[in-house]
């Protein structure tokens, strides 16, 4: 019996969004270099965003979350900033709102989470991310999304992102389903969502886009536009 449903965030429940990641850290250098030196604004938004990748590259490695803050605290003692706590703030800011045109919800996710709760069933949100949770839950309130989901967790404030078994099993505990069994997880990543959910004991949903990169791993089921989950969630009872 399906006791709940997970889903991820950005690519599945916001639209994927395919950007220029020197833009997004931009703002972020300005303020940085701002509070240092100004002609070095170029070489600290180059680090930032490979400070950025290189976290996001070691997830497959050993699943450890990370935040935005100790991406800027990482780059700044790499580049031999003496950077206020204060100023970090404010680059930090900048590095959101530059996100902020750009993030969008399925124009579908209000009325399929909506159903959901229809059908009784608990609904959850599992992001592998670094921005703070105010970040999030802004946006899920602003598109009249965040009263649907009883939980929402952000990796940021777990110590392992998703594949790792403890960032699903800490959604269930969220969620109060004691078998993982009951719960399907459903995102846009092969390997984070799919396999992840799977080896928690979840059923795992791929809902795919051209954006990520595969894995070989065989979902549960597969869908396209984000009402099929409900067509999915019948067959199986």
Not at 220 to 229: F, R, T, W, Y
């Amino acid at each position: 019996m399906i006791e709940a449903v997970i889903f991820d965030w950005g690519g599945t429940l916001s639209v994927y969004t395919d950007v220029d990641m020197v833009d997004m850290w931009r703002m972020a250098a300005k303020h940085l270099a701002s509070g240092t030196d100004p002609t070095r604004e170029d070489e600290i938004c180059k680090r930032l965003v490979e400070v950025e990748a290189d976290a996001w590259a070691g997830i497959p490695v050993d699943q450890r979350s990370f935040t935005l803050a100790q991406l800027l605290a990482q780059a700044s003692e790499a580049l031999h900033l003496d950077v206020a706590a204060a100023v970090i703030e404010e680059a930090t800011q900048g590095h959101l709102d530059a996100w902020t045109p750009h993030i969008r919800h399925d124009p579908a996710a209000a009325s399929v989470l909506a159903r959901l709760k229809e059908r009784g069933l608990q609904v959850g949100l599992l992001s592998n991310t670094h921005w703070p949770r105010e970040f999030h839950e802004h946006f899920l309130a602003r598109d009249g999304l965040v009263d649907y989901i009883d939980a929402r967790l952000y990796t940021s404030e777990l110590t392992y992102s998703k594949p790792h078994a403890s960032a699903f099993r800490a959604t269930l505990d969220a969620l109060g389903v004691a078998d993982a069994g009951n719960a399907v997880m459903v995102g846009d990543r092969a390997y984070d969502d799919v396999f992840g959910a799977q080896q928690a004991g979840l059923r795992g949903v791929l809902r795919p886009h051209g954006g990520v990169p595969g894995y070989d791993v065989e979902p549960d089921a597969v869908i396209g536009p984000l009402p099929e989950l409900l067509d999915v969630l019948d067959r199986w009872g």
